[in-house]
Structure formats: C-alpha cells, structure tokens
C-alpha cells in the first residue's frame, strides 16, 4: 500500500511539473537579425532572426515554437541553450525595408493558427506567446544606371563632340 501511495505521489507532482511546463509564462526574448545587404546579384533576400527566450516558469524554454512571418509559417530551430532561430526567404521585388513582425507560438496557439487556416478564418484573433519586431534597412541593388550604358553614352558623346569639331575646323 506504501508503495501505491509514494507511486502515486511521484505521479502527480510529475504530471504538475509537465503541466507548468507546457507553456511558456512571461517570456522575455532578445533578438539579433541578420539579413542580405548586397541584392545585386541573388534572386532572394534572406533573412535570419536569432533569440533568446527567458520564461518565468522553469523549463518554459524548451517547449518547441513555431513561428509566422508574413501570413506564412516558418520552422522555429532551437541552436543553443534557451536560443532559437527562425528565417525565411524572400524575392527582391516583394522585399521591402522597413519592420517585419514575427509572431511565435507555442504547440497549443500554433494547432488553434492551423485550425484557424484550415478552417479559412483569420490567423490574426489567435493570441501568440510572444512577437518580435525587426527592422530591415533594405539591401543594395545596384546603381540607377549600370556602368555599361553610362559609358555607352559617354563614347557618344565624346564621338558626337568629336565629329562637330571636326566639321567646324574643315568648313
């Protein structure tokens, strides 16, 4: 009968433990971003968030998270101790500088999101344990005029210079 009774003791207290665990309660989250500066020769900009999530309750960090930039889902990867990285892709055209929201989910916001898509409603009215703001400066995209066509034009230029001196000096 002791045995049953310390058997279930350890039960409970293990399924208490499981059930604080499973959700992440005051996060805090640190982010640095990192995206393509140089777009004159890709087709894509990418993108790369990495943070860190502190929880309030211990053991919050490592639940697995899910997250959604730009209407889409996007894999939350965990790399470290309490750090996470989510990134996406994005073509040079749709890409524009300014701030990009990403709203991260835990495994029970994340199934009302899918619900909510599959279901054709807005993803927005579903609550998500934390959101991130990053800012992107915009990337490079070459200049105005390449330097084919200004030198192009310059040739001439100097051709059409060339040919109205000519014509004056012989006349």
């Known amino acids: 009968m002791f045995k049953f009774v310390l058997a279930s003791i350890v039960l409970c207290c293990a399924a208490v433990s499981f059930s604080a665990a499973s959700s992440c309660t005051n996060p805090e989250v640190k982010t640095n971003f990192y995206s393509t500066s140089d777009a004159t020769i890709v087709s894509q900009i990418g993108f790369v968030t990495e943070f860190t999530l502190k929880c309030s309750n211990a053991g919050g960090e490592k639940l697995p998270l899910f997250a959604e930039v730009l209407g889409k889902l996007a894999p ?96």
């Open 76 to 171: 939350v990867v965990r790399i470290g101790e309490n750090k996470y990285q989510v990134s996406w892709n994005e073509e040079i055209k749709k890409a524009s500088s300014g701030k990009y929201q990403i709203r991260l989910f835990d495994e029970e916001s994340f199934a009302a999101v899918r619900k909510a898509q599959r279901a054709g409603e807005d993803t927005n009215s579903v609550k998500p344990l934390t959101t991130v703001t990053v800012h992107f400066p915009g990337a490079y995209k070459g200049p105005w005029i390449n330097s084919e066509i200004l030198a192009t034009g310059l040739v001439g230029f100097v051709a059409y210079v060339a040919f109205v001196t000519r014509s004056k000096l012989v006349a």
